[in-house]
């Protein structure tokens, strides 16, 4: 086994970059000025991607092969590794109405692009990923669509750009909606979990909310996440792709399963508490290099360049997702 090819990737600049972001966020969310404002670690560590990527487009270029494997490893890892902040009491909270209420927004999140995509004028294939990224899992479910989709390579990075814009913006502002909708623990988590788009973002707003929110928020997340195979099946079918074809391209990724069976460990009292603290930090660490690297490749250009009615789309199902959600979320509780 060749030992350079394995470290290549690990000491790569643009990773490096990520890392010496997230550590500035870690110091940064420890200050008064932004830990009493509810601005942690995460939230702090996309803010800094995004800033550091808009201002110098040229890093967030050269240290491509970097970022890709923070935003996509790097964080799925941290996403798996929560497994280990999760208890029975958390799972118990969303129970099997998460399930029902994330197959209700993922469905009709999916209709409602197509529908509105196509009222608008907007390139199905284009409406459609920027659908699978609103209804599931943000960046990751719009690469997943394009899988079966072979959409060009300029609505791929519009609708990547939109919709991680989207679940920023929604990261900062549902906490601050949280006390207005008279929401408040797990309620408030399963909200957040139903709306918000990207597995990081959804970790960050809940932190921001309460102790009681980030674990419901995430494993309703998670619920939304499972439904990623059957949904770009779905999408594949309505693009004319046979049944058999389109299976065949499509599996649930690696890290939920690792999600699982870390969950599993947990709370069979498997995983002795020093390890589980341990992981606990990790994943917070992981999460934030992912997140700056999620925010370093969102560059502002891609969306301006996706016109008026790409923004008309992605904003109205962000709405649909906030309202449907808190209907679903007030109905059920």
């Not at 500035?24 to 803010?47: D, K, N, R």
């Not at 494997?69 to 999760?86: C, E, P």
């Not at 997340?221 to 594949?236: G, H, N, Q, T």
Request: charged residues 10%; proline residues 3%.
């Amino acid at each position: 086994m060749n030992i350079t090819a394995l470290l290549r990737p690990v000491i790569h600049p643009g990773l490096l970059t990520c890392i010496v972001l997230a550590a500035c966020a870690a110091q940064l969310a420890a200050m008064p000025a932004f830990s009493s404002h509810g601005l942690g670690w995460l939230p702090l560590a996309i803010a800094l991607g995004m800033l550091v990527g808009n201002l110098w487009p040229a890093l967030a270029r050269s240290g491509g092969s970097g970022l890709a494997l923070a935003r996509g490893t790097v964080m799925r890892a941290g996403i798996a590794l929560y497994g280990l902040k999760l208890g029975l009491a958390d799972l118990s909270a969303v129970g099997w109405k998460g399930l029902v209420l994330a197959l209700v927004i993922v469905s009709s999140t999916l209709l409602l692009a197509r529908l509105v995509g196509r009222r608008l004028g907007l390139d199905p294939t284009l409406a459609m990923l920027i659908g699978a990224g609103s209804a599931i899992c943000g960046a990751a479910a719009v690469a997943a669509a394009d899988g079966v989709l072979n959409a060009r390579a300029r609505h791929v990075a519009s609708a990547v750009a939109s919709v991680v814009i989207c679940g920023t913006l929604a990261m900062y502002l549902m906490p601050l909606l949280v006390p207005l909708v008279h929401l408040s623990g797990a309620a408030a988590g399963q909200w957040i979990g139903l709306t918000v788009h990207e597995l990081g973002h959804v970790v960050a707003a809940a932190a921001m909310v309460g102790a009681d929110s980030d674990s419901a928020a995430l494993v309703q997340k998670m619920l939304r996440v499972m439904l990623l195979a059957p949904a770009v099946l779905w999408i594949a079918l309505q693009n004319g792709r046979s049944e058999d074809n389109a299976s065949s391209r499509i599996h649930l990724p690696a890290f939920l399963w690792v999600f699982l069976g870390v969950l599993l460990l947990n709370l069979g009292g498997l995983v002795p508490e020093v390890w589980r603290q341990t992981g606990a930090l990790l994943a917070d660490a992981l999460l934030a290099v992912g997140l700056v690297a999620l925010g370093m490749v969102t560059q502002f250009a891609d969306v301006r360049a996706g016109g008026a009615r790409v923004w008309v789309l992605v904003l109205l199902l962000w709405g649909y997702l906030m309202t449907a959600g808190l209907v679903l979320i007030k109905l059920t509780t």
